[in-house]
């Protein structure tokens, strides 16, 4: 059977995988990262410059190593595929470059990877999800509402207008100096914390369904915290966190009973339909709690496939290659790109 590479650097992960997909289900066998927070630790974010510069230097060796994890040869591989979109430019082209040079020296055919769906996608590596599902997708990069209706039909029903989740959390994070990147920290910090003690507001917009706000938040954070001295944020830290991580994952809560009853209610009749949280942020514990605890049929991906990595971006394509559905028109980067033709 024929194996997949997987090449993720949309960000600030460099990740590659090799998977095989049998029977529905997508084996890893091999997924190697490099993660840059080490650089981007000291600006608190990521720096696109610095991203696309450590892509370049990480990705040779991380090649090298997956190709002898996997225990295969290059010739082995049946298609590249490769986050093409949504992403930043710069870390994006050291990845698809990378695809493109595979692929014309082993003469295969490029799938274009979108990122988002990758990321929802993800739950198959772990258990099995019926068609359709509510995709809750929260990132360091996007927040969305995704209305999956197969391994290649989705639809979007709703974005955050300003920052994401996980830029949230990021934000917040550097305001209250706890390191980067915050979610994880925030999220160990406010376990010993009260999250009704110091309230932060929720960005309703209940006019706009589906629609999120998060960068109000992290004003309200900044205005509480210029009130405070340094010796009062350290003691009510735990507090700050808990209540800061509550208004994030409340807006999630609220937004999604939003998306259920006024869009998707027009298409299903009673909503027993899964809802999958993926990306970054569905790490959070909080958040896994307050969404299992609100709604019916909730799954989570695995902590270790939520944040970027490679194996998602296979596994969502070699579940498209398996459907035999055809893919998309999208950022072409090379002619072969469009799989469909050499079926
Ligand atoms: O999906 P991801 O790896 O990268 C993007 O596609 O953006 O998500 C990274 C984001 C970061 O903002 C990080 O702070 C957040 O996921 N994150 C968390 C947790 N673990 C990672 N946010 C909240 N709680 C966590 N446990
Ligand atoms: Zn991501």
Redesign the pocket.
């Known amino acids: 059977m024929k194996y997949i590479l997987g090449i993720?650097t949309?960000?600030d992960?460099t990740s590659m995988a090799i998977v095989q997909l049998d029977h529905n289900k997508t084996n890893i066998l091999a997924l190697n990262s490099y993660n840059q927070d080490f650089i981007l630790e000291k600006w608190g974010g990521v720096v696109p410059e610095l991203a696309a510069r450590s892509h370049v230097k990480a990705i040779p060796p991380l090649l090298d190593v997956t190709f002898k994890e996997a225990g295969i040869a290059p010739e082995d591989i049946e298609a590249v595929a490769v986050t093409t979109h949504p992403g930043l430019i710069g870390s994006l082209l050291t990845g698809i470059n990378l695809a493109k040079t595979f692929s014309l020296l082993h003469k295969l055919p490029i799938i274009p990877v979108n990122?988002?769906y990758?990321?929802l996608e993800a739950i198959h590596l772990t258990e099995e999800v019926s068609y359709p599902y509510l995709g809750v997708l929260v990132?360091?990069?996007?927040s969305a509402f995704m209305w999956v209706k197969g391994p290649n039909d989705m639809e979007i029903l709703g974005t955050t207008l300003d920052d994401a989740a996980g830029e949230a959390f990021d934000k917040g994070g550097k305001l209250l100096g706890v390191g980067y990147p915050a979610g994880k920290i925030i999220d160990d910090i406010a376990v010993n914390g009260d999250p009704k003690k110091i309230p932060f507001p929720i960005s309703y917009l209940r006019d706009r369904p589906g629609k999120m706000s998060f960068s109000g938040l992290k004003t309200s954070l900044r205005v509480k915290l210029e009130k405070m001295t340094p010796e009062e944020i350290q003691a009510e830290l735990p507090h700050l966190c808990a209540g800061y991580q509550e208004a994030i994952v409340q807006t999630l809560r609220i937004k999604t009973e939003e998306v259920i009853t006024k869009i998707l209610n027009q298409k299903v009749k009673t909503f027993s339909t899964p809802i999958v949280l993926g990306?970054?942020v569905a790490c959070n514990s909080r958040l896994r709690q307050v969404m299992k605890e609100s709604f019916k049929n909730v799954h989570a991906v695995k902590p270790l496939y939520s944040?970027?990595n490679a194996a998602m971006v296979a596994n969502w394509a070699s579940r498209v290659l398996d459907s035999q559905i055809p893919f998309p028109e999208c950022l072409t980067i090379d002619p072969r790109s469009r799989f469909v033709e050499k079926k």
């Open positions: 993720e949309s960000c992960d990122h988002l990758a990321h990132s360091g990069g996007h990306g970054g944040t970027d």
